[in-house]
């Protein structure tokens, strides 16, 4: 008799337990809340590394605005979740191009001869 009162106990224990891992994975699942615009962006300018990474997000705001932030908010919550880590300036730059976001990048040519850049029309011999 007093077997079948301690398996009674250990179930009734066994219950509770997985009755408080259930409330409080509920109770993470309903206090995470959606980050507001300007942490999406400042969380993408942290995992974003590299000397061109500003100049993407910035021109991908200014050209794309709210569609460029859904792709950012995309990204934040993979880097919340552990899913991603670290990108670099490029890997963003390629993110947006798949996702059909082409960022124009300011491109400079310089030609450095004996310490003094010079003009591609004055690079003649």
């Given amino acids: 008799m007093s077997e079948n009162i301690d398996e009674i106990e250990r179930r009734r224990i066994m219950m509770k337990m997985m009755m408080e891992i259930i409330n409080k994975t ?31 997000i ?13 792709v950012f908010r995309q990204l ?10 670290e990108l670099q300036d490029y ?3 390629q ?12 491109t400079r040519i310089r030609i450095v001869r004996h310490g003094r850049e010079e003009s591609i029309g004055s690079s003649s011999e």
């Fill in 58 to 70: 910035d021109n991908a705001l200014q050209l794309y605005g709210d569609t460029a932030v859904q």
């Fill in 26 to 56: 509920q109770q993470k699942t309903s206090t995470k809340r959606e980050l507001t615009r300007e942490e999406v962006i400042q969380l993408i300018r942290q995992i974003t590394k590299g000397e061109r990474a500003g100049e993407i």
């Fill in 76 to 85: 934040a919550e993979l880097y919340l979740s552990g899913r991603l880590g």
């Fill in 91 to 93: 890997e963003l730059y």
């Fill in 95 to 106: 993110i947006l191009e798949r996702v059909g976001l082409h960022v124009p990048l300011r």
